[in-house]
T-cell receptor
Framework: EAGVTQFPSHSVIEKGQTVTLRCDPI?????LYWYRRVMGKEIKFLLH????????ESGMPNNRFLAERTGGTYSTLKVQPAELEDSGVYFC???????????????FGPGTRLTVT | AQSVTQPDIHITVSEGASLELRCNYS??????LFWYVQSPGQGLQLLLK??????LVQGIKGFEAEFKRSQSSFNLRKPSVHWSDAAEYFC?????????????FGTGTKLQVIP
């Protein structure tokens, strides 16, 4: 079974440009999460999809960030326009089904390292 | 709101030595606790988790962690470290949020293993 994949692995852009990150969850996983780690700080939750719907986007930093999940499969995270403070590693994770039990596991991708210069 | 503290940013141990990585949490209810590891170029891999029951939990790769409610701690241990254990380790707490789980991570501890 393929794991969570993310593309690109690394992106370097200039301030003001647009970048789109992609995440392909494990096949059949309804839940998809985005997280971000700014250098030296903790990994922070950005948002959560259940299928194609945004369940929780309380962690999105501002309206320069737009996440979509077309048809409940892969997801994209667009940053437009990018700012210096957006640099960091963006992780995607997926989990199997909606459940009220905490015993599920989120499977993480390798992350996309974004550098804004 | 829940929070996680990992007081050690960087730890260096000799191969074969024992290891303990510290984690303290803050959460109003019964915590659900995790340890993840990230090796270079890899995603976050779950090492172990605690939900209830036995406070000493065993994980993969020979790791274990002990939940101590009185100290709000969930320290990760390994009796003998291997060079392949060099990685970054994250402690996390999961809170129920509207029926879904939201993961809060600590800042991570980088482990260096010297021969």
């Amino acid at each position: 079974e393929a794991g969570v994949t993310q593309f690109p692995s690394h992106s370097v852009i200039e301030k003001g440009q647009t970048v789109t990150l992609r995440c392909d969850p494990i096949s059949g996983h309804d839940n998809l999460y985005w997280y971000r780690r700014v250098m030296g700080k903790e990994i922070k939750f950005l948002l959560h999809f259940v299928k194609e719907s945004k369940q929780d986007e309380s962690g999105m930093p501002n309206n320069r960030f737009l996440a979509e999940r077309t048809g409940g499969t892969y997801s994209t995270l667009k940053v437009q326009p990018a700012e210096l403070e957006d640099s960091g590693v963006y992780f995607c994770a997926s989990s199997h089904t909606r459940t009220r039990s905490p015993s599920y596991e989120q499977y993480f991708g390798p992350g996309t390292r974004l550098t804004v210069t | 709101a829940q929070s996680v503290t990992q007081p050690d940013i960087h730890i260096t141990v000799s191969e074969g030595a024992s290891l303990e990585l510290r984690c303290n949490y803050s959460y109003g209810a019964t915590p659900y606790l995790f340890w993840y590891v990230q090796s270079p170029g890899q995603g976050l891999q779950l090492l172990l988790k605690y939900f209830s029951g036995d406070t000493l939990v065993q994980g993969i790769k020979g790791f274990e962690a002990e939940f101590k409610r009185s100290q709000s701690s969930f320290n990760l241990r390994k009796p003998s470290v291997h060079w392949s254990d060099a990685a970054e380790y994250f402690c996390a707490v999961v809170a129920n949020s509207g029926g879904y789980q939201k993961v809060t991570f600590g800042t991570g501890t980088k482990l260096q293993v010297i021969p």
